[in-house]
């Protein structure tokens, strides 16, 4: 549909548009190669986990996935997922938008690194879900208005802003991405407890949600 294109071009632009050109916006992991991947409209669920074996196979090192179904455990969609892990691609999921503690698909499935999303102060933001299933949260804007939002890549030649757990989740596989770049000898596992184990510590901003939202905020710095 053309929404899901719109969106995809919006999450490239978050997680490998060119930084420091000059031109438009910059993302977190300079300028890494995209494999894009388009699925289609009908049978949509079906089609995206055979678009994650496809990436997978083809030697995508971070697959992004800022799409989800609540409640939705298939045991054929889990080995796909288990099947591109262990070709060892890292495959990370956005949680959703509902500011609750839901279980959403592909991001809960096992192995999946699941992110949250945080406004500019390192807030939960207000539509972010959480729970003990998050691994990671990042940047993903509050959605109270575009001073606050995301600016990205977008059809047409064109730049605009967005909020959402969708926003967060090609940040964070923008980062792993930049930390396998500077590591490519590294395993996916070295590159995940890498991003995850520098993250900084949020549970002091975010009272009534320590523990629910992964190791804590990206930090690319101490990544690196």
């Known amino acids: 549909g053309t929404y899901k294109w719109h969106h995809g071009t919006l999450m490239a632009g978050y997680a490998s548009a060119t930084t ?3 031109i438009g916006i910059a993302s ?3 300028n890494l190669k995209i494999l894009p991947v388009q699925c289609g409209f009908y ?7 055979n678009a994650i074996i496809y990436a997978a196979e083809n030697g995508a090192d971070v697959i992004s996935n800022s799409w989800g179904y609540y409640d ?19 495959i990370v999921g956005g949680t959703g938008n509902s500011n609750q503690f839901k279980n959403m698909y592909p991001a809960s499935y096992p192995g999946v690194i699941a992110v949250a ?9 207000y539509y972010s879900n959480f729970g003990p299933h998050i691994a990671i949260s990042a940047p993903g804007g509050d959605g109270t208005g575009t001073n606050y939002q995301l600016l990205s890549t977008y059809v ?18 923008g980062l ?13 596992d070295q590159v995940i407890t890498q991003v995850l184990g520098t993250a900084d510590d949020i549970d002091t901003i975010n ?4 523990n629910q939202l992964g190791a804590g905020r990206i930090n690319a710095f101490s990544a690196l």
């Open 156 to 173: 047409y030649n064109s730049y605009q802003s967005a909020s959402g757990t969708s926003c967060a989740t090609p940040i964070v596989a």
């Open 20 to 22: 420091n050109n000059n």
């Open 117 to 125: 999303a945080l406004n500019h102060l390192d807030a939960k933001a």
């Open 207 to 210: 009272p009534g949600y320590e």
């Open 43 to 49: 049978n949509y669920e079906t089609q995206a986990y």
């Open 28 to 30: 977190i992991s300079w």
């Open 176 to 188: 792993l991405g930049l930390v396998k770049s500077y590591h490519p000898e590294w395993t996916s």
């Open 72 to 90: 939705w455990y298939c045991l054929a969609h889990h080995e796909a997922v288990s099947y591109a892990i262990g070709l060892g691609s890292i």
